[in-house]
């Protein structure tokens, strides 16, 4: 689940979508025919015998929506193969996205995921913030790919530094003792902005995806500093 939530947060797809890609550029050209009388006869024997990357490639091409050019010469013939590599590509694309959207509707884990609700592409604060490290830890805690109980193990796990609440990221970065004055500083710094009441007055779970976006044009974008530092405290404390 993590894995997927991270190629939406991430902007990027899976490996299959290249390697199907040149796949189809690959047999565009076959189709087309080449310099190499060995290599078309070779594919000739290939589509003859229907061998199994035959088979494999045309199905992936039906599927993807790309069948009126099985075994059509004057199609290919007509067509460039790069700009039809490059529909092909898109259309693996949107087809990846949408299963992107059913799977982080289906996994129970994801409901931790501060993306489940936006568009599928690379986020914000990847380009903002400069320190890889809390980058990193961003990422880890948007995602819910971290070492919090909720995480790892299940929603009923304990704190381990208060143990009066399970160890969710609504209890660690709002709640817990355990960074208290951590949580001090950063919260009297938002009292003291004008937009404070907007914020106070949000669910924690949107308090939670306010302070995590990191964005330049989200509400807290003039205390993405003091964001961060209070990230990094919690991290020195618990090793997310």
């Given at each position: 689940?993590?894995?997927?939530?991270?190629?939406?947060?991430?902007?990027?797809?899976?490996?299959?979508?290249?390697?199907?890609?040149?796949?189809?550029?690959?047999?565009?050209?076959?189709?087309?025919?080449?310099?190499?009388?060995?290599?078309?006869?070779?594919?000739?024997?290939?589509?003859?015998?229907?061998?199994?990357?035959?088979?494999?490639?045309?199905?992936?091409?039906?599927?993807?929506?790309?069948?009126?050019?099985?075994?059509?010469?004057?199609?290919?013939?007509?067509?460039?193969?790069?700009?039809?590599?490059k529909q092909f590509e898109q259309r693996l694309k949107d087809q990846w996205v949408q299963i992107?959207?059913?799977?982080?509707?289906?996994?129970?884990?994801?409901?931790?995921?501060?993306?489940?609700?936006?568009?599928?592409?690379?986020?914000?604060?990847?380009?903002?913030?400069?320190?890889?490290?809390?980058?990193?830890?961003?990422?880890?805690?948007?995602?819910?790919?971290?070492?919090?109980?909720?995480?790892?193990?299940?929603?009923?796990?304990?704190?381990?530094k208060c143990e009066n609440d399970y160890e969710t990221l609504e209890h660690v970065l709002l709640?817990?003792?355990?960074?208290?004055?951590?949580?001090?500083?950063?919260?009297?710094?938002?009292?003291?902005?004008?937009?404070?009441?907007?914020?106070?007055?949000?669910?924690?779970?949107d308090q939670i995806k306010s302070l995590l976006e990191l964005s330049g044009d989200c509400i807290?974008?003039?205390?993405?500093?003091?964001?961060?530092?209070?990230?990094?405290?919690?991290?020195?404390?618990?090793?997310?």
């Amino acid at each position: 689940a993590s894995s997927v939530a991270c190629l939406g947060e991430l902007g990027r797809y899976p490996t299959y979508i290249k390697a199907w890609t040149l796949a189809f550029k690959y047999w565009m050209r076959l189709e087309k025919g080449t310099k190499n009388t060995l290599l078309n006869y070779a594919y000739k024997l290939e589509k003859q015998e229907r061998s199994w990357w035959y088979d494999g490639i045309a199905n992936i091409i039906r599927e993807t929506g790309f069948g009126n050019l099985v075994n059509n010469e004057c199609v290919i013939s007509n067509n460039h193969v790069g700009s039809l590599a490059k529909q092909f590509e898109q259309r693996l694309k949107d087809q990846w996205v949408q299963i992107w959207h059913a799977k982080m509707n289906e996994f129970v884990h994801v409901q931790h995921c501060i993306n489940t609700e936006k568009n599928y592409k690379r986020a914000d604060y990847l380009d903002i913030l400069h320190n890889g490290n809390i980058r990193n830890l961003v990422t880890k805690l948007r995602i819910g790919y971290n070492n919090l109980g909720y995480s790892v193990k299940t929603n009923t796990m304990k704190c381990p530094k208060c143990e009066n609440d399970y160890e969710t990221l609504e209890h660690v970065l709002l709640q817990c003792n355990a960074y208290k004055n951590a949580r001090i500083a950063l919260f009297e710094k938002i009292k003291s902005a004008k937009y404070c009441y907007y914020y106070f007055s949000l669910s924690s779970k949107d308090q939670i995806k306010s302070l995590l976006e990191l964005s330049g044009d989200c509400i807290l974008a003039d205390l993405r500093t003091d964001i961060c530092y209070y990230i990094k405290c919690i991290n020195d404390i618990l090793n997310i």
